[in-house]
C-alpha cells in the first residue's frame, strides 16, 4: 500500500517530468522556427497541391515575426498585463496559446490550447490577438502559405515581495 508521501512525490514527478517536456517541445518549436534551409539547392518534396485554405502545420520556412523570435517574445513580455485577481490569488503558470499566421502576415484564429486561469488565459489570448503582422509569412513549395503557430506564455509572480 503506498503512502501519502509516496503518491506526493510521484505527483510531483509526474509535474517535473511534463514541465520538462513542454520546455522541450517550446524549445523545439522555436529552433525550428530560427532553422535556415541547409541545401538550397536540393528540390522541394512533391506534394499534393494545397488548396488555398489550407493551414500547414510544417513549412519549408516558417512565419518570420520583425526581429525574430526574440522580438516576438519581447512583444508578449512587454504587453502582458497580469490580472489583478490573479496577482491577488497568486495564480501562476504557463498558458500555450496557438494562431494561425495567414498569408498576408496577419494573425487569426487564436486559441487557448493549455490554459491555467480564466483571468490569465484571457490576458494571453488578448496579447496574442494584439500581435502586430508577420513580417514574412510562412513558405511551402516557394508560395506564401498559412501556417499554425504555438507560444507558451509564462505569468510568474515576483516571490520576493
Do not use: H
Not at 10 to 35: E, F, H, W
Not at 48 to 63: G, L
Request: hydrophobic fraction near 40%; glycine fraction near 4%.
Amino acid at each position: 500500500m503506498k503512502t501519502n508521501l509516496q503518491n506526493n512525490c510521484q505527483s510531483g514527478t509526474r509535474i517535473i517530468a511534463k514541465t520538462i517536456m513542454i520546455l522541450i517541445v517550446s524549445a523545439l518549436l522555436m529552433s525550428c522556427s530560427d532553422r535556415k534551409d541547409k541545401n538550397p539547392a536540393s528540390p522541394p518534396p512533391t506534394a499534393v497541391a494545397p488548396s488555398d485554405d489550407t493551414v500547414f502545420d510544417t513549412v519549408d520556412i516558417m512565419p518570420e515575426f520583425a526581429g525574430g523570435n526574440k522580438a516576438l517574445i519581447q512583444y508578449l513580455s512587454d504587453n502582458i498585463k497580469y490580472p489583478e485577481e490573479a496577482k491577488a490569488n497568486n495564480t501562476m503558470g504557463k498558458v500555450l496559446i496557438s494562431f494561425v499566421v495567414e498569408k498576408d502576415g496577419s494573425v487569426d484564429n487564436v486559441k487557448v490550447v493549455r490554459g491555467i486561469d480564466p483571468n490569465l488565459d484571457s490576458e494571453a489570448l488578448r496579447v496574442v490577438r494584439s500581435l502586430p503582422d508577420f513580417e514574412k509569412p510562412g513558405i511551402k513549395n516557394g508560395k506564401e502559405v498559412a501556417v499554425n503557430y504555438m507560444v507558451p506564455i509564462n505569468f510568474m509572480l515576483d516571490s520576493k515581495k
